[in-house]
């Protein structure tokens, strides 16, 4: 007892202690102190563990409260000298607010980036800020925050224009930056020095404290428990289930319990899974450990005193604490920023700041944020302070840098993540390169982290272990570090910058040559390689390195002196890198077309080669830079040019090409894949810049230094062909002899690809630099060459060209000049077209096309040079000049070896002997001469006229060989192959060329004479060739014309004699055409009498005509008339729970156990849908269908434990035909015939019939009863002809009583969510429930989209609706008939009150169209034993009259008080519907009295009842037309005036309604009396239920905003409602009811029926009757769920300006609204389709079934 007693005590002992605290007092007496340091620090300790850590679970609330009373308010008041209320609010008042924003993002919040303004990617709005600034009229990038930024608005430096917005612009008053210290007075100043220094150290000792048991001096606790923690801590390496797993053993808990452990952990980085003495802690720690450690190093998890945790939860308070108290003054975060940069007693280092820094991996995941954010809101936002701390974080650097290697949380927890923060602001980045040499830091750190090296010191990445492939994803956070640092380049340069820059590129350069022929191959030859080399490193390296090489080119360029020097650093590093490579490689000299060159041997399908050669690509960089910067013409002194080996540069780039034509040549084939690979990127957007493209340059660079004859021999000996084309007799045919056959085919290959070399050395001008060319030109050609191929999206062409280190392609600048866009319609999405003037640009060769690019592109530009009426020949373009540094590059197209080359192929082409050369050789070789051609044209159009061309392509392709061999010229040989036949393709190419010859030599004759003749000469001389020209199209197309008659004659023939021999077959098919089109002609427009309008309903309906229905099995294709005696026939059919038309979402279920859905409610909380897609079968052909899909799905799921996309458990297939997911069948049944019967009773008298009968019906199903002993028999008189012990047979055969039983089980089981049972009496009111709602939702949706009542619905939809009415008059056969009568005796109570049945449910409470159809289609179960000759017409009638006064009732009892609009002055017409619509209104206020308003206007009334019964109406007249098939007015096929006439006299109503009440209102009048005097009618009115009015509106989806940021904004202030204050990882907005939810997290799942589900899941329950339709936020994605298994994507409906959706906000291109496509989505939903199209979805994508959709 003692124990507890003292516990008793202790707490009030406190709370007195608390009670008498004065703040104040103690601010006064520490104001006194000498050494305040140690009086706070026993205030805390004796305060600190009181308050914090008092038990096992911690109450935030009550802690905080006391934390700022006892621990807070004293420094407040010592800070302040008075009350903190009063002095923190002058402090605010005086304080000049900062023009910086700060505003810290948090995690899915939008931010937004300009592309025109941001001075990089990295520079980003808040959303307030943005909208408040001139960004928004501007391209911009909307983007969702990882968390941990801030808005840089204010930040001069961030923007190029526009860095305020209109909040954070500066007055102009307070332009004098004035000391904000000023404001203070000097002893202010000293106390806060004093509280923040005393403060900030607590914290950083107690956050960085190591020892679990112990405090620091002056902090021990006066006395000291044994109390401990078991404190768990975060890392990344287990998973959410290991530690749930861990922690139910471990500490013994629920698996709830367990998950919000898990989630604590993984959000605050640590949490106490234990209390206790050390002992039971200590327990717990060894159970974790033990159970962590088999795989990977075990949880962390440490036992600590609470004395030390209490400590640390005020550490980070106290954190908190300073970050608010220096918001409100400028002047406190100055001395803040001083105190915590203060060198402390250790010298170097020793800050506070450092220490918080170098301890940062350490310490737990909470604790860093709190300190992150506290340096972002004091030192990063004081431009003074920033700067200090920038040098200290570059300082510490490469400490940083190393402990985050071996740290294992993520970037966004680490301090190394600041260095966005500071290396981004130029000025910073270059005074840290300049003063603390930041750059070559960077790569230092870089290099040493990347430690494998072979024997050479390259790099060599073994293969990746996921310890490896971690580390090496930490060290590329360095790349993004130098990336910050050079991505804006620097305008003026000091001396001392030039040294520094030089000095990094230096260890550039280092890190370059260790990559410089890192992962070389050897081609295997003989077997397949055994192992896949490790090439993705190299690769990931190569990527991220990109930038930084292109970003270093530009830094070159801004400065002479810089690109001189550093073009000879790099051609010294390339010069070291080479001299390693040439031993032993033997010298060797070509010769050929009498030129002779000396060179090296080697094989690149013999050695070592590598694609990687960044040491050579740097400098192919530079070498264009010297030209473009035109610093190689005005310096050529101080440049080595004269040094450079132009085949020393040209040897590895041109073995790199060599190898890419190899392995397209299929020599490589048994490297396999890594290799193929390696090629792919080496093209690839995202490589080629830096690779392919600079490969080409230095073989240009190279080329251009070197006698063209002789470049070619080197390309010739490097691809392996110089043997074939230096013999002697090489024309003849290369080697006759070896004739296998796979090498002429690699031969061809390669001397293809030679050939496309050539043309891109010779042809590639548009990098400036090479040619006299802008940069756009080159993006232009870009984009034209990709449209060229098809028109293409927006994202697919960004996709398609480089972007830059600012994630910008530069493609809107130039996109409008060479494209037309073309908007998107409501699928698809918006596409450029190449405009029809560009495509003259278009080269067949483009160097970037793939093979595949090409050969579509080729096709598309000869289709469209076809449909124009264009010649075929697709010549090279017009190219721009070179520069003048590779000007001598054009001499290649006019020296001997390449006329030797181009002659030869053409030879071979004459004479085409065995496939030793191939049509598109010769197609090259063709595009070459063109490319001559083109090239001499325009030098003599651009000479002067003293000027002599050099260039004389023409006279060198006319001249035949020398002496002996007498070759023919090049032309003469073209001339040869113009009339060659198996050239037909080519012809239009040669003739261009022949016409270009012979214009380029007239245009040479006529230079003599004036430039002005030339020009008409040649046009004639092209003329003439033009007219030749027309003349063979002309034949060609006569020909094609004739032979295309001849076939069609052939084809008639053919026909003709197949009739003859067939003719009955066609005489009786034609026959039946006939008559099948003139009856349904007549039967849509001719009523049965001529002139009798038609009615649907009552003795006088119209009757249908008879017809036979025959109907085609779709599985067994025999055809079967549909009779009641005959097979059944049955329709798939999909029967779902649907809340489609939900008036109230928040009615909890119902327990289906007990439920009676006998009578819909008007709020139709939830209802049946049936659908079906029209696919009619045999009910055996189904059934034996469905057990082989049983069979089928037994099997799979031994095989494989996915879900498919249908559920066999539940009854579901796809349809044989359409694959439309189903899970029922409907049986077709033949429709009623009507009696014709004479005279039929009136209202009165079938009231006083229908009693009778429902009196015997009573007695009867007493008798059925067990009797009482005390039960009085009461002899009821029998009716005559009314026989209630006949029990009809039924009419139907067994297969469709079989069915009626099926589909009637379905509905059953799927509308209450219960098991089949076919006995249960409640089948038969399900079917007719399902068809009622059915048909409510088809009017619905007619209604919505504006369509009219019949006519307009697809016959699937119509079949079903026919089935479904038909259906629901036979089900009562397969159920037994009592239960039926006894459904039929209680629907009729509730319209003539009946006093043997106890709880009939008022008025209001019941749906009339439910009502009508159940009544309509039970009241069979009566009719079959009536022999009275009372027709079922006449009664459908009387109950239709009845039901539509009822629901005119229910209207003008819920019609709300009038809203005051202009009395309308109605005609007469109108007149007599308001005196009557009143009166009626009044007979109901005298039986209601004051429940009901008195209303004035009887307009409003009959307005309110007309508008309000027209959906009953139409439903009605659906239901009358599918049950007793009467055709339908074609009034009624159009929306046309007079609907409503019509339509009462379809349904035989009066069109004034009211006559229905007043011509029998003596019969009524008690009806009416009855009704409203229902307790349930006066407690709904005054409140008591819900009150529906009418007419119902339709549902819609809910309303979206236009702009999505503001959906992103809404989300990403949305919170996890389970996590207090968490903020949800995946936003999910449901579109039906608006909720937000928390998907796809732990924290949110429920249980449902015993399963796990996540948040969507469960509120597709709740919302939905198990289908869901959601908006993920984040991702921007629409998600269809239904059920448990089942769910795929769908576009969602926001479109960016480019037509295109951005699924993952991968782009970030602002996104809009599209009502269209919203309106889609909502039609799928209100149709009921969103199961459909999820089947649809996993059927065509598997990769859809494998997704838990549960857990969402």
């Not at 700067?387 to 510490?396: D, G, S, T």
Request: charged share 20%; hydrophobic share 35%; aromatic share 8%.
């Amino acid at each position: 007892m003692a124990a507890a007693e003292s516990d008793r005590e202790v707490p009030s002992a406190l709370c007195t202690e608390f009670l008498n605290f004065s703040a104040k007092d103690t601010a006064l007496k520490w104001l006194q102190v000498t050494d305040l340091y140690k009086e706070v620090y026993q205030h805390l300790a004796r305060y600190v563990p009181k308050i914090y850590c008092l038990g096992p679970n911690l109450n935030p609330q009550s802690e905080d409260l006391l934390a700022q009373l006892l621990l807070q308010a004293p420094l407040e008041w010592y800070l302040c000298g008075e009350d903190p209320s009063t002095g923190l609010a002058k402090l605010e008042q005086n304080n000049q607010p900062s023009q910086l924003c700060g505003h810290v993002f948090r995690v899915g919040e939008p931010t937004y980036s300009c592309r025109e303004c941001a001075a990089d990617p990295t520079c980003v709005l808040c959303m307030q800020c943005f909208l408040g600034s001139v960004h928004k009229e501007h391209r911009y990038r909307m983007t969702t925050s990882g968390g941990g930024g801030f808005c840089d608005c204010g930040d001069t430096e961030a923007w190029k224009k526009g860095p305020y917005c209109q909040k954070h612009e500066p007055n102009i008053s307070d332009s004098c930056q004035e000391d904000p210290l000023a404001h203070l007075s000097t002893d202010m100043i000293a106390r806060c020095y004093n509280v923040f220094a005393i403060v900030l150290k607590y914290a950083v000792d107690m956050l960085t404290w190591d020892k679990e048991d112990e405090l620091p001096p002056g902090l021990e606790p006066p006395d000291r428990g044994d109390t401990y923690y078991c404190m768990l801590f975060n890392d990344e390496v287990h998973t959410y289930e290991q530690v749930i797993y861990t922690l139910q053993k471990a500490v013994n808990c629920t698996q709830k319990e367990a998950v919000s452990f898990a989630t604590t952990v993984d959000r605050d980085g640590r949490k106490s899974v234990r209390f206790g003495d050390f002992a039971f802690c200590e327990q717990a720690k060894s159970v974790i450990v033990r159970n962590t450690s088999r795989q990977s190093k075990p949880l962390r998890v440490q036992v600590m005193h609470s004395s030390v945790v209490a400590h640390q939860c005020f550490a980070l308070k106290a954190l908190h604490w300073l970050g608010h108290v220096i918001g409100y003054s400028d002047a406190l975060r100055r001395i803040l920023c001083q105190v915590g940069l203060e060198r402390g007693p250790e010298g170097e280092n020793s800050s506070l700041v450092d220490t918080l820094m170098l301890c940062d991996s350490k310490m737990w995941k909470g604790a860093r944020n709190v300190y992150h954010q506290l340096f972002m809101s004091s030192l990063l936002m004081d431009l003074k302070y920033k700067k200090l701390f920038a040098i200290q974080f570059a300082k510490n650097y490469r400490r940083l840098q190393t402990d985050f290697m071996e740290d294992d949380h993520e970037r966004v927890v680490s301090v190394t993540s600041l260095s966005v923060q500071l290396f981004t602001v130029p000025t910073m980045a270059r005074m840290l390169i300049t003063e603390e040499n930041l750059m070559t830091t960077i790569i230092r750190t870089f290099v040493d982290h990347l430690r494998h090296r072979d024997l050479q010191g390259r790099f060599q990445f073994e293969r990746y272990t996921a310890q490896q492939a971690f580390k090496f994803r930490r060290v590329q956070s360095l790349i993004g570090d130098l990336k910050y640092v050079l991505i804006s380049r620097p305008t003026e340069w000091s001396d001392q910058l030039r040294e520094k820059f030089l000095e990094g590129l230096d260890t550039f350069l280092e890190l370059f040559k260790c990559m410089q022929g890192m992962d070389p191959v050897v081609r295997q030859v003989g077997q397949h390689i055994e192992m896949e080399p490790e090439w993705e490193a190299a690769f990931t390296l190569q990527m991220k390195l990109t930038h930084i090489i292109s970003m270093m080119q530009e830094w070159c360029a801004t400065d002479e002196r810089v690109l001189i020097e550093a073009y000879k650093k790099c051609l010294t590093a390339l010069t070291h890198c080479h001299s390693g490579f040439t031993d032993g490689e033997q010298p060797i000299t070509l010769s050929m077309c009498g030129h002779s060159v000396d060179t090296i041997r080697y094989c690149v399908s013999q050695e070592k080669v590598s694609i990687h050669l960044p040491v050579s690509r740097l400098l192919a960089g530079l070498h264009v830079l010297l030209s473009k910067m035109e610093v190689a013409y005005r310096f050529p002194e101080q440049l080595p040019l004269s040094e450079l080996s132009p085949p020393m540069l040209i040897e590895h780039p041109l073995r790199c090409l060599v190898l890419c034509a190899q392995v397209h040549a299929g020599m490589w084939r048994r490297n396999g894949f890594s290799l193929v690979n390696q090629i792919y990127y080496y093209h690839n957007v995202k490589c080629r810049v830096e690779m392919f493209d600079k490969d080409l340059i230095m073989l240009q660079a190279g080329a251009s230094m070197m006698d063209p004859n002789h470049f070619l021999m080197i390309v010739l000996s490097r691809f392996e062909l110089y043997h074939i084309f230096s013999s002697a007799d090489c024309r003849k045919s290369y080697n006759r002899e070896n004739t296998n056959k796979d090498v002429v085919q690699q031969n061809n290959t390669l001397i293809e690809e030679m050939l496309h070399l050539i043309m891109m050395v010779v042809g590639e001008r548009f990098e400036a630099g090479v040619g006299q060319v802008e940069g756009c030109d080159e993006i232009k050609r870009e984009i034209i060459h990709q449209l060229c191929i098809r028109p293409m999206a927006h994202s697919e062409l960004v996709k398609a060209l480089p972007e830059n280190e600012n994630k910008e392609t530069g493609m809107e600048r130039v996109i409008d000049c060479v494209a037309s866009f073309k908007k998107p319609g409501v699928t698809g999405r918006g596409l450029y077209e190449l405009r029809p003037e560009c495509a003259k640009q278009f080269n067949l060769y483009f160097h970037h096309y793939s093979r595949a690019d090409q050969s579509k592109a080729e096709e598309a530009q000869r289709k469209l040079k076809r449909q124009n009426g264009e010649d075929m020949a697709l010549p090279p373009p017009m190219l721009p000049p070179f520069s003048p540094l590779f000007a001598s590059l054009v001499n290649i197209l006019q020296c001997d070896v390449l006329l030797g080359m181009l002659g030869a192929v053409l030879q071979w082409a004459v004479e085409p002997s065995g496939g030793h050369w191939s049509e598109s050789m010769l197609q090259r070789v063709l595009h070459l001469i063109g490319m001559g051609l083109l090239e001499e044209q325009q030098q003599l159009k651009n000479s002067s006229e003293d000027h002599d061309v050099s260039f004389n392509f023409t006279l060198k392709i006319s001249r035949p060989g020398e002496a002996p061999s007498n070759t023919a010229s090049v032309l003469a040989l073209l001339e040869n192959l113009q009339n060659a036949p198996h050239l037909e393709v080519h012809k239009d190419m040669i003739r261009w060329i022949l016409k270009m010859v012979a214009s380029i030599k007239t245009m040479r004759e006529l230079t003599a004479s004036t430039y002005t003749v030339t020009a008409s000469g040649s046009h004639g001389q092209e003329e003439m060739v033009c007219d030749k020209d027309k003349a063979e199209r002309k034949r060609k197309a006569e020909m094609a014309r004739l032979r295309r008659e001849k076939i069609m004659a052939q084809m008639s023939e053919m026909q003709r004699h197949f009739i003859n021999e067939n003719k009955e077959l066609f005489q009786q098919s034609l026959e039946e055409l006939y008559a099948s089109a003139s009856t349904s002609t007549s039967l849509e427009h001719s009523p049965t009498s001529s002139d009798a309008a038609l009615v649907c309903v009552g003795p006088r309906r119209s009757r249908p005509r008879e017809k036979r229905q025959v109907v085609t099995c779709i599985l067994c294709q025999e055809e079967q008339e549909i009779r009641a005696d005959s097979k059944a026939m049955v329709l798939a059919a999909f029967v779902q729970r649907s809340t489609v038309m939900s008036k109230n979402r928040k009615r909890p279920p119902h327990d289906p156990e007990h439920y009676d859905p006998l009578f819909m409610h008007p709020d139709l909380s939830f209802g049946t849908h049936t659908g079906s897609c029209g696919h009619i079968m045999h009910s055996h052909c189904w059934q034996r269908y469905f057990e082989a899909v049983q069979a089928k799905e037994q099997r799979r799921q031994q095989r494989l434990r996915v879900h498919t996309s249908y559920d066999v458990g539940n009854g579901e297939f796809l349809c044989p035909l359409c694959e439309c997911l189903s899970n029922t069948v409907i049986p077709l049944l033949p429709g009623t015939k009507g009696s014709n019967s004479c005279e039929q009773p009136g209202l009165g008298q079938w009231l006083k019939i229908s009693g009778q009968q429902i009196k015997a019906m009573h007695s009867a199903h007493r008798k059925l009863q067990p009797v009482g002993v005390d039960a009085v028999e009461e002899q009821c008189p029998a009716t005559e002809n009314f026989r209630i012990d006949y029990t009809p047979m039924s009419p139907y055969s067994s297969t469709i009583k079989e069915m009626l039983t099926t589909f009637g089980t379905a509905t059953y089981k799927v509308g209450l969510k219960v098991h089949p049972n076919e006995q249960d009496p409640r089948v038969p009111i399900m079917c007719w429930g399902s068809c009622a709602y059915t048909i409510q939702s088809i009017e619905r949706l007619l209604v919505d989209e504006e369509k009219p009542l019949f006519g307009s619905l697809p016959c699937r939809q119509d079949d079903c609706l026919s089935s479904l009415a038909r259906f629901g008059s036979a089900c009562w056969t397969a159920a037994s008939q009592p239960s039926v009568q006894g459904h039929y005796i209680r629907l009729v109570a509730a319209l003539i009150p009946d006093p043997q049945v106890e709880t009939s449910p008022c008025i209001l409470d019941i749906d009339m169209l439910h009502l009508l159809v159940s009544v309509v289609l039970s009241y069979g179960s009566v009719h079959s034993q009536d022999s009275s000759g009372l027709s079922v017409d006449a009664v459908q009638l009387h109950f239709f009259h009845l039901i539509t006064v009822a629901h005119m009732v229910q209207m003008l009892l819920t019609s709300g008080p009038e809203e005051v609009t202009m009395e309308q002055e109605s005609g007469g017409a109108e007149r007599e519907e308001e005196e009557d619509i009143c009166a009626l209104y009044n007979t109901l206020r005298t039986h209601l009295g004051s429940s009901l308003p008195e209303v004035a206007s009887g307009w409003h009334l009959w307005r309110c009842v007309k508008t309000g019964i027209l959906p009953y109406l139409r439903g009605a007249a659906l239901f009358f037309h599918h049950l007793n098939g009467v055709p339908t007015p074609p009034e009624l096929h159009a929306l046309c005036p007079g609907q409503w006439e019509v339509l009462c006299g379809y349904l035989s109503l009066p069109s004034n309604l009211l006559q229905l009440y007043h011509s029998q209102k003596e019969l009524l009048e008690p009806l009416l009396y009855g009704w409203c005097s229902h307790p349930g009618v006066r407690q709904t009115l005054q409140g008591g239920g819900v009150l529906v009015s009418f007419p119902r509106e339709s549902n819609s989806l809910i309303d979206l905003p236009d702009d999505y940021s503001a959906l992103i904004n809404q989300a990403s202030s949305f919170t996890c409602p389970k996590s207090g204050g968490d903020k949800s990882r995946a936003p999910t907005l449901c579109l039906v009811c608006g909720s937000m939810l928390c998907s796809q997290s732990y924290c949110c799942q429920t249980e449902l029926d015993g399963e796990d589900v996540g948040a969507c899941t469960a509120h597709t329950f709740a919302c939905g009757a198990g289908v869901g339709i959601f908006l993920r936020v984040r991702e921007s994605q629409v998600l269809f769920l239904s059920g448990k298994t089942k769910g795929c994507f769908y576009a969602p409906p926001y479109l960016d300006d480019y037509g295109e959706t951005d699924q993952g906000l991968r782009r970030g291109n602002p996104l809009h609204l599209c009502r269209q496509r919203y309106r889609k989505i909502q039609k799928l939903w209100r149709q009921h389709s969103v199961t459909e199209e999820i089947g649809h979805a996993q059927e065509a994508n598997q990769t859809l079934v494998g997704i838990d959709w549960q857990h969402l």
